[in-house]
């Protein structure tokens, strides 16, 4: 048994109806499916289609269930595994409130910079940065706003396109 | 009422009979009082009242798998939809087709804490295959159609559709079900024709093969069990049955080697051992089934059938996935080998079946007779007996008495048996009964039960009695649960914990109560005598089987244990089984 554990980002556009969120979540708990990220909404509004982004683990056999359950749920349309077919970009937006004064408030705002980080509310005690980015950069830019007195961190989760012409 | 109106609750009647319902099993209350109204009003559609919402799902699975149409359930809010839920995840667990209307509050109480409100959608979402709650009447006939579509097609399953009463008293359009169509679901029933010839090739080419069928075929319609049958034949090659797929294949056929898994027989475990190719009609390589995974089925090629793609991988890696509906599949596969003209290699053939005919020879459901106290085994040999020539459907309960009647009660055709397989539902067989018979009124519906299982649902006695339903109900006595009792003797050292049946009712003078026949046997002079009166008498029935109460159910695969591990019973004299506990791995023990 193959036990190589597999990140894999899978979108899924759906009927956009009530519960249908429900039924995607209650999947991955009922059947014990890790989620590391899940972004959802509506990007067909004429057709009421959402797009759900899940960053899951786990090993092939997992993932290839994951997809499968998926794509047996009724208000399922497609499902496709980004990881699998291809190159795709991944980004996540983040809000980050770092308080502080002094040189520790100078230091954040000079990595801010390098990070492209933006400002988007400033008080004499702190900043609310808005960065966007892979997951990864993130994650180190939120790691060393940690050491310069993060207060508060909100993220979107993944949302994720593949590459070229081609549609989902 | 304006023109072309129709009131929410009698959108409902017109689609339950625009698709082909003449039967609905119901308990009514307060949310579901406006339909109950409109079924008052007319005489097409029959309601049938039971007296437990979970017993409603149950008789129409009965009614479902013994027909092959779609079962459907009325009951009301709150209690009434909870008290379903263990018949609806009976129904998703056996793919079985039902439609469940459910009563809810007005619409502007939801959310309110109202009286008898649950959040009906939120806790049957899993445990239906799909499920609605309608909120405007002009989506009602709509909703309905889809929920009928979806219960039947693909993967058969429950729908939940939950109506709230203001929907129900509100006046709205009707749609007839051939406008409807679904958005999205359209399950793939044909199947990737390349696989299939990559198939019959494996097929073609095995020395030691073995069908392995199950549910799917019976899910599928009638048709795949002649398929099923005539390609079986054609090939020459072993069939063995889950216990969801008895039935499709003929029980009396040479080639059948019986029901395989946990209680399966000898030939058909080692069978599937020891194959080179395995062919997975409609099967979900179940845990019952699979035993230990690491050591299922080691050296063989397999081919797995299902109309389901996510049934494909989940457990067993499979060599050719084939997503498709059994009839379909097995209709390609024949056409595909009479036009290469397949014949099997005759030589290897004949060596695998010397090698099952002594497994065969095992005798593995031997048992010791006893006289006078009846063997429950005996019993169901009897009872085979003695219906031989009758019009015969029949259902189980959960335990012993379950697996005892798979391995002694033969099928020959399919929708003649229905049993709780994937949940294990004890109390599913006299409320199925109640929807076999009520499906077949003029044909012999027994419910082999135990003691313990029939008094889960033995209420359904007086549903049997007021429609004057003859089912027989034959209770195997043997005061314990059996199968709880028998795990206990052989992994837990003997401590009958909470096993025993204490403080039984007399089941002659419960019959008699509900006006219904009561019979006993004690002794095996009895048996014959008893079970003629069961078939003959036109009413419902309990027989008081009394058998012993330390029989144990062999052959046995313990949990956490291969195929070839299976225990076999004390009457086989070979000498070389281990008492399952010894033997048993701690991590078998951890399995149910």
Redesign the interface.
């Known amino acids: 048994m193959e036990t190589t554990i597999e990140k894999h980002t899978i979108s899924v556009l759906v009927d956009n109806e009530p519960g249908v969120l429900a039924r995607v979540i209650g999947l991955f708990s009922g059947r014990g499916y890790n989620i590391e990220s899940l972004t959802v909404a509506e990007v067909d509004a004429e057709q009421k289609v959402s797009r759900i982004t899940i960053v899951t683990s786990g090993t092939r056999m997992i993932i290839e269930q994951i997809k499968n359950q998926l794509d047996r749920l009724v208000p399922v349309h497609r499902v496709r595994d980004l990881t699998d077919e291809g190159p795709h970009i991944e980004r996540e937006l983040a809000l980050i409130k770092v308080a502080g004064t002094g040189d520790r408030r100078i230091e954040s705002l000079r990595i801010a910079d390098i990070f492209k980080a933006r400002v988007v509310d400033a008080t004499l005690s702190s900043f609310v940065f808005e960065m966007t980015g892979s997951a990864a950069e993130l994650d180190d830019f939120i790691g060393l706003m940690r050491q310069l007195g993060l207060v508060d961190v909100s993220r979107t989760g993944v949302a994720a396109i593949s590459k070229g012409a081609a549609s989902l | 009422m304006s023109e072309n109106k129709l009131t929410g609750a009698e959108i409902v009647i017109k689609a339950l009979k625009d698709q082909g319902v003449d039967v609905i099993f119901g308990y009514p209350g307060g949310a579901v009082l406006p339909i109950y109204d409109a079924l008052f009003k007319q005489n097409d559609l029959r309601h049938i009242l039971v007296r437990h919402e979970q017993a409603a799902v149950h008789a129409a699975e009965g009614y479902a798998r013994s027909t092959g149409k779609v079962g459907a359930v009325l009951v009301t809010s709150g209690p009434g939809a909870t008290n379903a839920v263990t018949g609806l995840t009976d129904a998703l667990m056996d793919s079985i087709p039902i439609v469940c209307l459910t009563g809810q509050v007005p619409t502007h109480l939801i959310g309110n804490d109202a009286f008898q409100e649950a959040d009906t959608?939120?806790i049957t979402?899993?445990c239906t295959?799909?499920?609605y709650?309608v909120k405007d009447v002009n989506n009602l006939a709509r909703t309905m159609h889809e929920g009928f579509y979806?219960a039947r097609s693909g993967r058969p399953g429950p729908v939940v559709i939950d109506i709230p009463k203001d929907v129900q008293f509100a006046e709205g359009t009707y749609v007839p079900p051939g406008e409807v169509k679904?958005?999205?679901?359209r399950p793939q029933v044909k199947p990737d024709l390349s696989l299939v010839e990559q198939a019959v090739e494996l097929i073609a080419n095995a020395k030691r093969p073995i069908f392995y069928t199950g549910g799917g075929v019976i899910n599928s319609g009638p048709m795949a069990s002649k398929l099923l049958t005539q390609f079986v034949r054609m090939t020459g090659y072993p069939c063995t049955n889950t216990l969801m797929g008895l039935g499709a294949y003929p029980a009396s056929d040479r080639q059948f080697l019986g029901m395989l898994g946990m209680h399966g027989t000898y030939e058909a475990n080692l069978a599937m051992h020891g194959c080179d190719v395995m062919i997975n009609i409609g099967a979900r390589f179940d845990d019952r089934v699979t035993g230990k995974?690491?050591a299922f089925s080691p050296d063989s090629k397999k081919i797995h059938v299902d109309i389901?793609?996510?049934s494909?991988?989940?457990n067993v890696?499979v060599d050719i996935p084939i997503v498709g509906d059994c009839a379909h599949v097995l209709e390609d596969m024949i056409r595909i080998w009479k036009a290469r003209q397949k014949r099997p290699d005759q030589v290897a053939l004949k060596q695998w079946w010397a090698q099952i005919e002594e497994w065969r020879g095992r005798d593995c459901l031997r048992y010791v007779k006893t006289d006078p106290i009846i063997k429950p085994q005996y019993a169901l040999e009897r009872l085979r007996e003695l219906t031989r020539k009758h019009d015969t459907y029949i259902t189980t309960e959960v335990g012993q008495h379950q697996m005892w009647a798979a391995q002694f009660i033969p099928f020959e055709e399919p929708n003649r048996w229905m049993t709780s397989g994937g949940l294990g539902t004890m109390g599913y067989g006299l409320p199925a009964a109640i929807g076999t018979q009520i499906a077949h009124p003029d044909s012999l519906v027994v419910d082999i039960s135990g003691e313990a299982s029939f008094m889960m649902n033995m209420q359904e006695m007086a549903t049997a009695v007021q429609y004057n339903l003859p089912v027989k109900i034959l209770i195997l006595n043997n005061q314990y649960m059996g199968m709880v009792r028998q795990w206990q003797e052989l992994l837990h050292g003997s401590r009958y914990s909470q096993s025993y049946s204490e403080a039984l009712p007399d089941f002659v003078k419960l019959a008699e109560a509900f006006g219904g026949v009561g019979l006993r046997a004690t002794k095996v002079s009895e048996v014959d005598d008893v079970l003629n009166q069961m078939i003959d008498i036109r009413r419902p029935v309990i027989v008081d089987m009394c058998v012993d109460q330390k029989e144990n159910c062999f052959p046995m695969i313990p949990g956490g244990r291969a195929h070839n591990e299976i225990l076999l019973g004390p009457a086989d004299q070979m000498g070389e089984e281990t008492r399952a506990g010894e033997a048993t791995p701690e991590e078998g023990m951890v399995l149910v």
């Open positions: 959608t939120g979402r899993p295959k799909h499920n709650l979806v679904h958005k999205t679901y995974l690491s389901d793609p996510s494909i991988n989940k890696r």
